[in-house]
């Protein structure tokens, strides 16, 4: 009897040493995970966006991080805690996930951050728009071709278009003078008229949202998203459309309308002719 309660005695003794040495491991904490700036989980497609992941461990234990994204493409090792993001050339929304570790997997936590990319202007050689209008009671008829890209360095690329107008009676006019000029995320649009006067609109300032506003010249000329909507044509249905008002208070020529759709482009506009402008509405598209 005397032996049993001895033994007892020493395997409780073992027992809490073995509880003393043993420590717990408290997992890591996410304290903060942003882009940088915070603006950026709106971003244009092709931009790219700083990541910042910070965390500490109740421990000490060193930090191993490691990110994800379902689309894109990362800049620089992974297993930083930031890196940068190129955005996908399509539109949509996009998971970018960090995983921190402390080196136990049992431990590991993971936070979430939803960016929103936006192409509401899909440049690539060989993207066609085909577009008509009504005028009185004839079809007018407008193709849009990317013919050809010049890049211009500094930031800036121009795609030059070709612009075929036809009419009933055949063909009305070939434009291969207009082209836009994409720098980061604004587009300028120079047009030729058929009295090859340029029209040099206000650009688009992307990325877009409803009651965003732009401006330049000291307020004469305006930029403003109207509203957001589904729209149709006779090219089909399209979500998430911006309409866009372009307003120039020197040059009525200047002002136009158009409705832009995600990784289409413009599904109406408002072109000027010699004795006017007119609305032209997709019906056709072949885009990259």
């Known amino acids: 009897m005397k032996k049993s309660c001895v033994n007892l005695v020493v395997a409780t003794v073992v027992f809490i040493v073995y509880l003393a040495g043993c420590t717990r491991n408290e997992p890591p904490v996410i304290d903060r995970f942003v882009t940088d700036p915070a603006s950026d989980t709106l971003v244009?497609?092709?931009?790219?966006?700083?990541?910042?992941?910070?965390?500490?461990?109740?421990?000490?234990?060193?930090?191993?991080?490691?990110?994800?994204?379902?689309?894109?493409?990362?800049?620089g090792p992974v297993d930083a805690n930031d890196i940068l993001w190129i955005a996908p050339d399509h539109s949509g929304i996009f998971e970018i996930i960090c995983t921190v570790s402390d080196g136990d997997t049992l431990h590991e936590v993971a936070d979430t951050l939803v960016i929103d990319v936006q192409n509401y202007f899909p440049m690539a050689k060989g993207n066609r728009w085909f577009y008509e209008s009504r005028l009185f009671t004839d079809t007018i008829k407008l193709e849009i071709t990317v013919t050809h890209s010049n890049d211009l360095g500094d930031g800036r690329i121009e795609w030059h278009i070709k612009r075929d107008?036809?009419?009933?009676?055949?063909?009305?006019?070939?434009?291969?003078?207009?082209?836009?000029?994409?720098?980061?995320?604004?587009?300028?649009?120079?047009?030729?008229?058929?009295?090859?006067?340029?029209?040099?609109?206000?650009?688009?300032?992307?990325?877009?949202?409803?009651?965003?506003?732009?401006?330049?010249?000291?307020?004469?000329?305006?930029?403003?998203?109207?509203?957001?909507d589904t729209v149709g044509t006779d090219g089909g249905i399209f979500f998430n459309c911006m309409r866009i008002e372009l307003r120039d208070l020197d040059n009525g020529e200047q002002n136009r309308t158009l409705w832009v759709a995600p990784d289409v482009g413009i599904i109406k506009q408002m072109v000027p002719l010699s004795f006017g402008s007119i609305e032209f509405s997709l019906v056709e598209y072949e885009v990259e």
């Open 44 to 75: 244009t497609a092709g931009d790219t966006v700083k990541i910042i992941c910070e965390a500490t461990d109740p421990d000490g234990d060193l930090l191993a991080y490691k990110f994800q994204a379902d689309s894109g493409t990362f800049e």
């Open 165 to 228: 107008f036809e009419a009933s009676a055949g063909n009305i006019a070939d434009d291969t003078f207009s082209y836009y000029t994409v720098v980061g995320d604004s587009v300028f649009s120079h047009e030729v008229l058929f009295n090859l006067k340029y029209l040099d609109y206000l650009p688009l300032l992307m990325p877009l949202w409803v009651t965003k506003t732009w401006n330049a010249d000291e307020d004469i000329a305006t930029g403003t998203v109207e509203e957001k």
